[in-house]
């Protein structure tokens, strides 16, 4: 965290007064009485507001303070003020000042006023007054003009979740080269294919990686989709979204601001009121990244799999060996990475199942669940972008095949006689794979003894490496 004034001596206290009354808070807090009751309201799960959504609101905040100075609503002196405290609260130097717990009062009105008295008190001492002076500086009239929790909160999770796709992007983007790089590597590298866990017709353990690295590519195209939508927002809306209390050019002004803060296509939202009650775009984010940890734990368990063993699995892979794998065992490794991918993924479904609940219990005008959605949002956005570039750089990377074994499997495959279906009927080559299976001899061995065609013939029609080949059918034929 970066490095912040110095407060005021922690033995005082001060006194606030809101609309329901007065409180004690200590002096060197920057947060305000609205905060402490959310504080003392809210003991729930010990869970705080995450770094990312706090950057989100404070960008709007300032944004929305250098608009008002614009159209002449703020004081020069009292703007700029805010516009520093905002852009302190950007680089990260009052996280530890968010207080209230991530289960609070719907909308959240809790996490807005938060940010609004942290923004307010350091105003204050920038302008050498003293902290919870709000008739100098007022955290509903000044830092929360033209503004309501209900534009406020949304604009926020589309501003962090933008922020916070576009780090998923690249680690994706690593991912996905990683897989593409290993399929390239083992291109050459022939394997049995399974196909209901048992043993189907020979493949190349590069087409595997491959097929990985398009799955990751295809959920980047989704999320890439999904955030064009995220781009539209609903500030200036106010309550309703019908913007009381705002200025007529304040939206166009403000969204005009965080274009320029966050580098991104922002626009303004064509209908505030709609946008204001529909979660849908949270919506598709979620379902975006619930598609992606579904692609995601198909590829951990693969892996899992592939390297199982070491003399009792498959073992046609090597994992590399991050840490020992057993208090008791001594010398087992396991398959780490793609067991703490599982866990991610499991994580974000069950984000998005809340996302998804939270999203249609909407009523009327608003959605309060809007904290819920912001905190599991920015969660599962979070954990996905870590833990894809874990796997990526810690994993994928580093994996090795095991040519001999991925071949012997391929060979012993009594798959292989899919290859004869055309030469002597799918019935015949039928009884063949039973009696192989019976006899436990090579299925190319038993063809050998049966005649069933010139022995060269049959090598090159029962060779794995030309049956996972895309054109090894056509040739057989």
């Known amino acids: ?133 709000y008739e100098s500086v007022n955290p509903n009239d000044h830092v929360n003009m033209a503004q309501s929790t209900n534009d406020i909160i949304p604009t926020s999770i589309r501003l962090a979740s933008l922020d916070l796709l576009q780090s998923l992007d690249r680690s994706l983007e690593i991912l996905e080269w990683a897989c593409l790089s290993k399929g390239r590597e083992f291109r050459r590298v022939v394997k049995s294919a399974r196909t209901h866990l048992q043993d189907a017709v020979p493949i190349m353990l590069g087409r595997d990686f491959q097929a990985y690295g398009r799955m990751v590519g295809e959920s980047r195209r989704r999320l890439r989709q999904v955030a064009q939508a995220l781009c539209e927002l609903n500030i200036g809306g106010t309550a309703v979204g019908t913007g009381l209390n705002a200025h007529p050019r304040y939206q166009g002004l403000v969204v005009q601001r965080l274009r320029a803060l966050t580098g991104q296509p922002l626009r303004p939202a064509q209908d505030l009121v709609a946008i204001m009650q529909s979660m849908a775009d949270f919506a598709d984010l979620s379902g975006a990244l619930n598609t992606l940890a579904v692609d995601l734990t198909k590829i951990a368990n693969d892996l899992r799999l592939l390297a ?17 794998g057993s208090s008791i065992m001594p010398g087992k490794v396991n398959p780490v990475m793609p067991e703490m991918l599982n866990m991610v993924c499991y994580q974000v479904m069950g984000n998005h199942l809340t996302v998804t609940m939270a999203a249609q219990a909407g009523q009327l005008e608003l959605n309060v669940m809007m904290p819920l959605i912001a ?28 040519v001999k074994r991925c071949r012997d499997y391929a060979e012993k495959s009594v798959s292989i006689a899919t290859a004869l279906n055309p030469l002597i009927g799918y019935q015949k080559t039928a009884k063949l794979v039973q009696e192989a299976i019976a006899r ?29 080949e895309p054109h090894a059918g056509r040739g057989a034929r």
């Open 440 to 468: 436990d001899v090579s299925f190319l061995d038993l063809a050998l003894q049966h005649r069933i065609a010139d022995p060269k013939r049959l090598r090159q029609m029962l060779d794995p490496v030309r049956l996972a």
């Open 308 to 324: 199982s063993g070491p003399r009792t699995g498959w073992f046609e892979i090597n994992l590399p060996a991050l840490q020992p």
């Open 1 to 133: 965290m970066a490095s912040r004034p110095k407060s005021q001596s922690s033995s005082r206290m001060r006194t606030e007064q809101d609309s329901l009354g007065s409180k004690l808070l200590p002096a060197d807090v920057y947060y305000g009485i609205q905060t402490l009751r959310a504080i003392e309201n809210f003991q729930i799960s010990g869970l705080r507001s995450r770094p990312a959504f706090i950057r989100a609101i404070a960008r709007v905040k300032r944004a929305a303070a250098e608009t008002n100075l614009r159209l002449g609503l703020l004081k020069p002196s009292m703007a700029r003020a805010i516009i520093v405290a905002s852009q302190e609260m950007i680089d990260g130097r009052y996280d530890d000042q968010f207080r209230a717990d991530v289960y609070q009062a719907g909308a959240g009105t809790s996490f807005n006023m938060n940010a609004n008295e942290v923004i307010a008190n350091r105003a204050l001492e920038l302008l050498k007054k003293r902290r919870g002076d």
């Open 375 to 402: 905190h599991n949002l920015v969660f599962s956005l979070e954990i996905l972008t870590n833990a894809t570039n874990a796997l990526a750089t810690k994993c994928i990377g580093g994996i090795t095949a095991n």
